[in-house]
């Protein structure tokens, strides 16, 4: 290790957290002051705020995306008998909310370009129990929501959109989460809209379906103390909705510097030999949440180490696929039965990717993996 290397994080959002600190610290020691650190006031401009972001007219915020994914599956009254076909290629909360609520996970393979569902095989995987389909927009590249929502209309499928990774991604012009019958979306620190802790929230322009979200994140109630059916306690707390709403006012422009720096690292990457670079598809904007390449040829492991040599910080996301978790034995996948998918997890590679990343920094990056790779 050369000691005059300065080490690049991987992610980082102590820097962003300067650039607005003052604010955020106002509005929570106002909060701190008003003595209502539950629901009110500020969780409802939050609330408003992030369903006029998206042009939808209802958002319920939640203590997180996992909890907001649930939410919706229970909405739409899915559970035992019911199937839910999705990406095997994503974070486990998208399909175990989707076990949570005794439906089955249906996983089919995605596309080697995008890492996102491909359409074809989810028309291939549908059946009379299909009830809902979970496109992730993964990594912040939006998944081609006009193929699939035709497949949706034609089927009558319900489409929940887990925008955990997505938040300000567009697909057609509209915002993801807009676009299919709920968008879920988290809060967590390192989501492109991270809060100081858990959060997440449910959007919709489907009021009926928000009132009944509603009363399932608080605890089933319909009246006060009266309750309609069994729920849970999903809340987002009054200090993280001021924080939330103080940074969503900086997330397209923090969204266009994570664009800038993608559009970098696809100039100068893409040509190389021995690694393939994301791909965007006509259409769609995404908002980088991650910057993941493929590095082929077995030598994931090898070039990871020497790029940390070099002060590069690389993380996996995710090594091993869903349907191969042994959670999911019972659900009699094979190995190879989704190739792509499989191929990645041994592929993958993010590299450095958070919007105040210097040019310095992101030569530094390219410098290493060109050097690297040759
Ligand atoms: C982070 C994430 C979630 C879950 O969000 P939490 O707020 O951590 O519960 C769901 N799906 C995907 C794709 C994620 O990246």
Redesign the pocket.
């Known amino acids: 290790m050369i000691q005059s290397v300065k080490s690049i994080p991987a992610f980082d959002n102590k820097q962003q957290y300067a650039t607005i600190e003052a604010d955020i610290s106002a509005a929570v020691l106002e909060v701190l002051a008003s003595g209502r650190y539950i629901g009110g006031p500020a969780v409802n401009a939050f609330e408003r705020a992030f369903a006029a972001y998206h042009n939808l007219t209802e958002c319920i915020a939640c ?7 649930y939410l919706a599956l229970r909405a739409f009254d899915i559970g035992a008998g019911d199937e839910v076909i999705t990406t095997p290629f ?5 399909s175990e909310v989707v076990s949570a609520v005794g439906a089955k996970p249906v996983f089919v393979d995605v596309d080697a370009n995008t890492y996102n569902l491909n359409i074809q095989q989810v028309a291939a995987a549908i059946t009379p129990k299909t009830k809902a389909i979970i496109p ?3 990594f912040g590249q939006p998944v081609d929501m006009t193929a699939l929502m035709k497949l949706a209309k034609q089927h009558n499928i319900k489409i929940i959109e ?1 925008c ?2 997505s938040t300000g991604a567009t697909w057609g012009g509209e915002k993801v989460g807009s676009i299919g019958d709920i968008g ?1 979306f ?3 620190p ?2 492109n809209l991270g809060g100081c802790g ?3 929230a449910i959007a919709t322009n489907n009021p009926e379906i928000a009132a009944r979200m509603r009363v399932i994140k608080n605890h089933g109630q319909s009246d006060q103390y009266h309750y309609s059916e069994i729920g849970v306690n999903s809340r987002l707390d009054c200090i993280q909705a001021v924080i939330l709403q103080i940074k969503l006012r900086y997330l397209d422009n923090w969204n266009t510097k994570r664009r800038a720096i993608a559009s970098r690292y696809h100039q100068f990457l893409s040509k190389i030999s021995g690694i393939i670079t994301p791909q965007e598809l006509t259409g769609g904007e995404g908002v980088w ?1 991650q910057y993941t390449i493929r590095i082929l040829d077995g030598k994931r492991e090898e070039v990871r180490q020497k790029l940390q040599e070099q002060g590069v910080n690389t993380m996996i ?1 995710y090594p091993m696929p869903l349907h191969l978790q042994p959670i999911y034995q019972d659900l009699g996948y094979k190995l190879g039965q989704l190739p792509i998918a499989e191929e990645l997890s041994k592929e993958v590679t993010s590299l450095p990717m958070f919007p105040e990343l210097s040019e310095e920094q992101q030569d530094q990056v390219i410098y290493a993996v060109k050097e690297v790779i040759n």
């Open positions: 203590n997180s995306g996992t909890d907001a994914l994503t974070f486990i909360a998208t992730v927009h993964l887990d955990a990774q879920c988290s809060f967590y390192t989501k858990d959060g997440g949440n996301y």
